[in-house]
């Protein structure tokens, strides 16, 4: 697989491997289950939902056992990861590549990217933009950390991999039908649920 950037090819190798030992717990998916069902409390009729950079479907799972009857697929750049992604979602569900090059070729109820953005090079931020907004029905979830101003800070030890700013923010300028549907904040110090400190956005296409 040929990659545009470092970023993805960070992901795609041994870090992206290593990644996906540490987000593998039962205490994640706990706390996943109760991120979603606060961040997506606003939400009517979820069937379906792709998410982009879904590494092995710790947030699908969660959705999963939130809406038994929902619709999984999710875009994933790491090889291993993907084939545990498969294993969750099948093979037609799952699509190993990097979200710079997918292509939609349908709409779900539901776009989802989940600490991914903060990731990407922030050159190809419009690209991604645009296909969270081509995949989405009517939702699209933004979980990142965030930034009123664009920064780049080090992470694990590596210099231009970690990325804030104002992702929804952007998102809402750039599509004139998008709207703020609610927005939470999620902290580390949180004593049941504890995750990153993560900003969510749920915006509508109206």
């Keep these: 697989m040929k990659f545009r950037t470092e970023q993805e090819a960070f992901w795609a190798g041994e870090f992206g491997n290593d990644y996906i030992e540490r987000n593998r717990s039962a205490d994640y998916l706990s706390a996943n289950l109760a991120f979603f069902s606060n961040a997506l409390k606003a939400t009517q009729e979820l069937k379906s939902c792709i998410e982009f950079g879904a590494n092995v479907g710790m947030n699908l799972r969660a959705l999963q056992l939130l809406l038994p ?104 300028d750039k599509y004139s039908d998008l709207i703020l549907r609610d927005y939470g904040f999620s902290y580390h110090r949180d004593p049941k649920f504890a995750q990153d400190d993560i900003t969510w956005f749920l915006l509508e296409k109206v």
């Design 69 to 172: 009857e929902i619709s999984l697929r999710g875009i994933e750049i790491n090889a291993e990861a993907a084939s545990h992604l498969r294993e969750l979602v099948g093979a037609a569900n799952t699509f190993e590549t990097s979200i710079l090059d997918f292509e939609p070729q349908e709409t779900s109820d539901l776009s989802l990217i989940k600490g991914v953005l903060i990731h990407v090079n922030p050159d190809q931020l419009q690209n991604i933009y645009d296909r969270l907004y081509r995949c989405s029905h009517r939702y699209i979830l933004v979980c990142e950390y965030y930034n009123p101003t664009p920064v780049a800070i080090g992470y694990r030890g590596h210099q231009d991999r970690l990325f804030k700013r104002d992702f929804a923010g952007e998102l809402l």
